[in-house]
Every structure is written in C-alpha cells, then in structure tokens.
T-cell receptor
Framework: AQSVTQPDIHITVSEGASLELRCNYS??????LFWYVQSPGQGLQLLLK??????LVQGIKGFEAEFKRSQSSFNLRKPSVHWSDAAEYFC?????????FGKGTRLHILP | DGGITQSPKYLFRKEGQNVTLSCEQN?????MYWYRQDPGQGLRLIYY???????QKGDIAEGYSVSREKKESFPLTVTSAQKNPTAFYLC?????????FGPGTRLTVT
C-alpha cells in the first residue's frame, strides 16, 4: 500500500539558517510527489510538485525539493528561512485515485 | 476570484445533532474531497467525488455523509453517529493531480 512518512514531527531552526524537511514514500510505480504548507487555522497551499524529469524541483517562496528514487525520498529544502516560514508542512504522494498525505512536520523559527 | 469557499469558519453544535458543512468551488474542477484534520494526525480522507452524482468513501467515512448534485458543491453532513466529531474539516478540489484547499471549518460539538 502507498504511504508517506515524515519522520520529524517538529523542527526548530534559527531565522536565516538552512532547512531540510524529510519525506519518505512507499509507492510501486513512478510517484507523483507534492509538498504543501499550512499556516495555523488555514487550508493547505501547494509549494511544489514532482511528476517527472529533473529531480530537483523549484517551488514558491524559495523552496526546492529533490526526488531520490534510490532512497524513496522527496526532501524539502530552503537555503535561508524567514520567520514567516513557520507553519506545518505536508508531503504527499498521488495514490492512484486519491492523494496520500504524511502526518506533517511543524516548523518553528527562532529569532 | 476563483477558489474554494467553506462556510462557516467556526461551527458549534450540541451532541446528537446533525450538521452540514458547506464547500463550494468555482474552479470548474471535477474532483472534490473532504478531509478531517486532528492534531498530530495529518489529513484523513472522509469522502471524495470524481464526478457529479458519484462519490466514494475514504478512510474514515463512518458517521459522515455527502452529496454531489452539482459540480460546484460538495456538502458534508456530520451525523450524530460520528463518535468524535470535533475537528478541523478541509474541503479540496483537484485538477491535474494538484489539490486546491478551502480555508477550513472548525467544528466543535459539546
């Protein structure tokens, strides 16, 4: 069965530091992969997606993610975080007739 | 502006009452979804609809019902059979595998 694992429930980084959020998936075929962000009390917004081609994908707000088939990973990165990046981040994989979401990683930013 | 609207933002009900959450979209998307979100649980799929007049149960459909009479609308009813209905409910539509989310409705049942 398809699944998505986000190993880190909470991550804290200092403003200006680099960020990497981990995501591992389980899927038999070539996956369609996504990262979404959710601010408190709001809906989710798509940051980026991977369907095929270049394994390094660029998204909005300065985020990027790299698809590594050998590691079944799709980690999200940002070179320098801003206080406004504090939110919850969800990795997701397209599971045939529905999207499967990870349980999320909450990002905290230290001033 | 195109998008997904959910109303109301906050909803309070007494235990034993059914309540219907609204979800409307003007994006002309065929597929629509309802999720439930609880702290630390991520998003759990309640129901989804790929086309008008058709819908399928998701992972946690018990105690919920939906209808899809119009392409634009996908209301969710939380029935009295749902044992723990207090949660944040998110509606989404989908096109080309990308999901577009509404702002959510926080339901509190006491």
């Amino acid at each position: 069965a398809q699944s998505v694992t986000q190993p880190d429930i909470h991550i804290t980084v200092s403003e200006g530091a680099s960020l990497e959020l981990r995501c591992n998936y389980s899927y038999g075929a070539t996956p369609y992969l996504f990262w979404y962000v959710q601010s408190p009390g709001q809906g989710l917004q798509l940051l980026l997606k991977y369907f095929s081609g270049d394994t390094l994908v660029q998204g909005i707000k300065g985020f990027e993610a790299e698809f590594k088939r050998s590691q079944s990973s799709f980690n999200l990165r940002k070179p320098s975080v801003h206080w406004s990046d504090a939110a919850e981040y969800f990795c997701a994989v397209d599971g045939d007739d529905k999207i499967i979401f990870g349980k999320g990683t909450r990002l905290h930013i230290l001033p | 502006d195109g998008g997904i609207t959910q109303s109301p933002k906050y909803l309070f009900r007494k235990e034993g009452q059914n309540v219907t959450l609204s979800c409307e979209q003007n994006l002309n998307h065929d597929a629509m979804y309802w999720y439930r979100q609880d702290p630390g649980q991520g998003l759990r799929l309640i129901y989804y609809s790929q086309i008008v007049n058709d819908f399928q149960k998701g992972d946690i459909a018990e105690g919920y019902s939906v209808s899809r009479e119009k392409k634009e609308s996908f209301p969710l009813t939380v029935t009295s059979a749902q044992k723990n209905p207090t949660a944040f409910y998110l509606c989404a539509s989908e096109q080309d595998y990308e999901q577009y989310f509404g702002p959510g409705t926080r339901l509190t049942v006491t």
